[in-house]
């Protein structure tokens, strides 16, 4: 079978392809797994080690989220792009140094969420990435003999008063268009369910098909292994480049020499910038900071993964603690992190559930973290063919939706490298659209 795509010259065969998939993160992981389960011979390459600290997939929110169809662009946040540049601390941060060389990125962010209908689209585009997350995660997790690491508790958001979740109605409607259903809490619901909560917040909203991942570093590691026990090779080495000659792809170019392949996936995150220009597109991509901070053996517990809608900070009981994840900081991959902003969400904590408070947060108790979101300025990741070379296949960019969407985004590579019809329509994703 072949693939032709729009545009592309045909790729070469899909039976028995040798394909190097570059990146071991969540999506590299479960792209690996879906192709080895087409017949196809794996190598990945990955210079950290899987699920490893270094990794977005390490320290993320750890939500598996089908209501995450919401993209942080909106009508009228250019108005809040000041209050980004100065003020480092807030939710949303754009650090001075860095800002010319964002200013294309921020542009095409602006316009992303300039209009109503703008924001409903992303969210119809991400909706069919997200909407069986969590069964998608069990299935890989209960393959690779880890599936006690997904919870399907659903996850809960939370307001201080119904007034705020009216006032976030451009949100819940776009998840009620694109089908995301949940179940409204008055107070005295709130707090039977969440009985440590601060006190402050009066409404929730429970979105039951929700799920969570309770050691999403772990659960990348075992996919990967997985994979390797399933046939795959994985190599400890950094992707470079590629050999192309004639259009065809001949080679990875890795810092330990060529790795001759038929095809090759690029799923880097924050780092598939770069590759993606050898291959022909450049991508408005940019890492999008984000931090946690996690108390090993907290005194307060929630009983479900949640959301202060004040704060929009995802609080999540994890193997390795409660962690608190957010937190948007625009710089460069190289920039050192300001662990004030680790701080602040370790404070918001403490708020949220006032048990913690009488905690003794001594420093070997509290660890903090800093991690790089593959992020594009319209919220919707890069899947699909590179416009220099059919036989390279991308498969990165997903923002705040990356554990959630990996899953998926896996089974619709291996489709479109297999020949299969794909699981779901990749057009919304395709690289042209930076053209």
């Known amino acids: 079978?072949?693939?032709?795509?729009?545009?592309?010259?045909?790729?070469?065969?899909?039976?028995?392809?040798h394909v190097v998939v570059i990146g071991a993160g969540i999506v590299g992981a479960a792209t690996a797994l879906e192709l080895l389960r087409d017949g196809h011979t794996v190598t990945i390459v990955e210079p950290g080690d899987p699920g490893g600290e270094q990794a977005a997939s390490y320290g993320n929110g750890a939500w598996l989220s089908p209501s995450s169809v919401v993209q942080m662009s909106h009508p009228g946040i250019w108005k809040e792009v000041p209050g980004y540049l100065f003020d480092p601390l807030g939710?949303?941060?754009?650090?001075?140094?860095?800002?010319?060389?964002?200013?294309?990125?921020?542009?095409?962010?602006?316009?992303?969420?300039?209009?109503?209908?703008?924001?409903?689209?992303?969210?119809?585009?991400?909706?069919?990435?997200?909407?069986?997350?969590?069964?998608?995660?069990?299935?890989?997790?209960?393959?690779?003999?880890?599936?006690?690491?997904?919870?399907?508790?659903?996850?809960?958001?939370?307001?201080?008063?119904?007034?705020?979740?009216?006032?976030?109605?451009?949100?819940?409607?776009?998840?009620?268009?694109?089908?995301?259903?949940?179940?409204?809490?008055?107070?005295?619901e709130l707090r039977q369910r969440e009985p440590e909560l601060d006190r402050r917040y009066t409404f929730g909203v429970l979105v039951e098909d929700g799920g969570h991942c309770v050691d999403p570093g772990g659960?990348?590691?075992?996919?990967?292994?997985?994979?390797?026990?399933?046939?795959?090779?994985?190599?400890?080495?950094?992707?470079?480049?590629?050999?192309?000659?004639?259009?065809?792809?001949?080679?990875?170019?890795?810092?330990?020499?060529?790795?001759?392949?038929?095809?090759?996936?690029?799923?880097?995150?924050?780092?598939?910038?770069?590759?993606?220009?050898?291959?022909?597109?450049?991508?408005l991509l940019e890492s999008e900071r984000g931090y946690h901070a996690m108390i090993q053996d907290p005194r307060a517990r929630p009983r479900h993964p949640t959301l202060p809608a004040d704060i929009k900070a995802s609080i999540t009981m994890t193997k390795g603690g409660l962690r608190i994840a957010g937190q948007v900081e625009l710089a460069s991959l190289d920039a050192a992190p300001n662990w004030q902003r680790a701080q602040i969400l370790l404070d918001h904590l403490k708020r949220t559930?006032?048990?913690?408070?009488?905690?003794?947060?001594?420093?070997?108790?509290?660890?903090?973290?800093?991690?790089?979101?593959?992020?594009?300025?319209?919220?919707?990741?890069?899947?699909?063919?590179?416009?220099?070379c059919s036989d390279i296949i991308y498969g990165f960019g997903h923002g705040h939706t990356g554990l959630a969407s990996g899953a998926i985004t896996g089974r619709l590579v291996a489709d479109l490298i297999s020949g299969k019809p794909p699981v779901i329509d990749p057009t919304p994703y395709s690289a042209r659209r930076f053209s």
């Open 219 to 283: 659960y990348v590691g075992a996919l990967v292994l997985h994979a390797k026990r399933s046939g795959a090779e994985i190599r400890k080495t950094k992707a470079l480049g590629f050999v192309i000659e004639r259009g065809r792809l001949r080679a990875v170019r890795t810092r330990d020499g060529d790795m001759a392949c038929d095809r090759a996936v690029i799923c880097a995150g924050a780092w598939s910038k770069a590759l993606a220009r050898e291959s022909g597109d450049r991508i």
């Open 1 to 17: 079978m072949t693939i032709v795509e729009p545009g592309n010259q045909a790729g070469r065969s899909s039976a028995h392809a």
């Open 353 to 388: 559930f006032p048990g913690l408070q009488q905690d003794d947060l001594t420093t070997d108790r509290v660890k903090i973290w800093m991690g790089h979101r593959p992020a594009t300025p319209d919220a919707l990741p890069v899947i699909g063919p590179a416009s220099g």
């Open 91 to 188: 939710p949303l941060a754009i650090r001075w140094r860095h800002f010319p060389r964002l200013v294309p990125w921020l542009l095409r962010f602006l316009a992303a969420g300039s209009s109503e209908p703008k924001v409903h689209a992303a969210g119809r585009a991400l909706r069919p990435l997200l909407a069986d997350a969590p069964a998608r995660h069990q299935k890989l997790a209960d393959e690779a003999g880890v599936g006690d690491l997904i919870q399907r508790k659903g996850l809960l958001y939370v307001f201080p008063m119904r007034a705020n979740f009216e006032a976030d109605a451009l949100a819940w409607n776009v998840r009620a268009a694109t089908g995301v259903k949940w179940l409204e809490l008055d107070e005295n």
